[in-house]
């Protein structure tokens, strides 16, 4: 047997933290991490060959807004990064998954159970 390495990548943002696209116009906060890419072919394909990013990292579920809506976005680590306006997110769903927001993220809040 020979040694593999294994390589992993570690996820630099996480759960409540509010972030902004590298290249476009939307800021979110993060509800889930897949550690790579765990989105159909089909998505992956859609985006443009020059602009595509590696399967091989982290991939984050955004509430994201921009300034004309509010939707669900699926963004690779590359191209995140920290948002630092200090203003919450607007996404109507934001009140049903967190807490209160500090300025930099939002609390999660615990899951009520029977």
Known sequence: MTDTPIITRNALFSIGQ??????????????????EFANSDEWWESIPAEVRPSKDQPFYH??????DASYEAYVSQQNLLLDDTGEPINHPE????FGDFNGERYAIEPILKN
Not at 18 to 35: Q, S
Not at 62 to 67: H, K, M, P, R, V
Not at 94 to 97: A, D, L, Q, R
């Open 18 to 35: 509010v972030v902004k696209h590298r290249m476009f116009e939307f800021r979110g906060v993060i509800y889930d991490v897949d550690p």
């Open 94 to 97: 934001v009140p049903e998954m």
């Open 62 to 67: 955004l509430l994201a807004e921009n300034d």
